[in-house]
């Protein structure tokens, strides 16, 4: 049974940080693209940041240079570290593993407000 468990939302003021986990089960996690996507209300799904089984990232323009993604395959976690949050990263954050098929974690909360 594949699990993909997101960890580390939650209140941050605007400029601060969150680091996000993703702890994956039932999958060869090395193999696998990683993904971090988030939903805002009312709005459509989007990917934020990427990261494949070489390693290699992309991101969104909106987050670039603000967001990190990076994987721990020994762990079978990916990260999302976000610095200077802004009001408009506040969303529903969803991991996704891809490979031959898309497995999504349960997301998390990531609310920016003072």
């Known amino acids: 049974q594949v699990q993909l468990v997101e960890s580390g939302g939650g209140l941050v003021q605007p400029g601060g940080s969150l680091r996000l986990s993703c702890a994956a089960s039932?999958?060869?996690?090395?193999?696998?693209?990683m993904n971090w996507y988030r939903q805002a209300p009312g709005k459509q799904r989007e990917l934020v940041a990427a990261?494949?089984?070489?390693?290699?990232?992309n991101y969104a323009d909106s987050v670039t240079g603000r967001f990190t993604i990076s994987r721990d395959n020994a762990k079978n976690t990916a990260y999302l570290q976000m610095n200077t949050l802004k009001a408009e990263d506040t969303a529903v954050y969803y991991c996704?593993?891809?490979?031959?098929?898309?497995?999504w974690g349960q997301g998390t909360q990531v609310t920016v407000s003072s």
């Open positions: 990261v494949a089984s070489d390693g290699s990232t």
């Open positions: 039932g999958i060869t996690f090395s193999m696998y693209k």
């Open positions: 996704n593993a891809n490979l031959y098929s898309d497995y």
